[in-house]
């Protein structure tokens, strides 16, 4: 299978991926905690929302299009043609979609179309971070961050509890981190056949790091968005 195709193929299934996991986390955390809580819902649906907002409008969005380019316009000639400096170039001809876009535009393969000020396609979410979405995707980030910090505050408590007999033996701090980590779990079940709650080992281990990259990537983008240094491709 070519390279594309996978990349293709993974851009696919990263999204059910996520939703499934996200709905999992919800269930769990709901289940752990013995109730609703009005605090963590209201932060589950603003992730939602904004995740439908990004992909409305990256499925949505439209470039301004033009089949040729205006002859009397001699800074509209093409770059593989001219030879330029993009810097010098009003319009880009696409390959893919066969017309000239207006800069700065880029071509996405996952979406097949062209964008005007596109930052990147994001894996999970299934569509393109674009100018008009930029602020949804921090929202995004930031509520995401909270939910995920939420769950570790309810699942850690009780995973520490039902490892209570294997922590009394050390009660020291490390011995704590090693036992929440994924591949002492995994080692404890194929060497002595204990799942020591495997699963929920994995959801916060597995939680543990997407708070920290979503709180920390999130507020890479609102700080680069509030300075004016947040750039789209292609950088002019």
């Known amino acids: 299978m070519e390279k594309s ?3 293709k193929l993974a851009f696919k299934i990263c999204p059910p991926i996520a939703l499934i996991f996200s709905i999992l986390v919800t269930i769990t955390t ?11 819902i209201f932060i589950s649906i603003q992730v939602y929302l904004n995740w439908f907002a990004i992909y409305t409008i990256s499925q949505g969005e439209t470039t301004a299009r033009r089949q040729t380019r205006d002859e009397s316009d001699s800074d509209s000639v093409a770059i593989t043609i001219a030879q330029e400096s993009p810097a010098n170039v009003k319009y880009w001809y696409c390959d893919k979609c066969q017309n000239y876009t207006y800069k700065p535009t880029q071509h996405c393969v996952v979406c097949n179309k062209c964008f005007h000020y596109r930052d990147h396609h994001c894996f999970f979410i299934g569509g393109c971070i674009i100018q008009q979405n930029m602020g949804n995707f921090i929202l995004i980030c930031f509520h995401t961050s909270l939910a995920c910090l ?7 408590p009780y995973l520490y509890e039902n490892l209570r007999d294997i922590l009394e033996q050390d009660p020291s701090v490390v011995n704590v981190i090693i036992n929440f980590c ?3 779990a995994i080692a404890r079940l194929f060497i002595f056949g204990k ?8 959801l916060f281990d597995t939680l543990f790091s ?16 509030y300075t004016g240094r947040q750039r789209y491709y292609p950088h002019s």
């Not at 939420?150 to 850690?156: N, T």
């Not at 799942?195 to 994995?202: A, E, G, M, R, W």
């Open 5 to 7: 195709k996978l990349y």
């Open 30 to 40: 709901l289940y752990i905690n013995e109730g609703l809580s009005p605090l963590f």
């Open 150 to 156: 939420y769950s570790l505050v309810v699942i850690g």
């Open 182 to 184: 994924f591949p002492i």
């Open 195 to 202: 799942t020591s709650y495997l699963l929920l080992i994995t």
């Open 210 to 225: 997407v708070w920290i990259v979503c709180l920390v990537y999130g507020a890479w983008k609102l700080f680069n968005c």
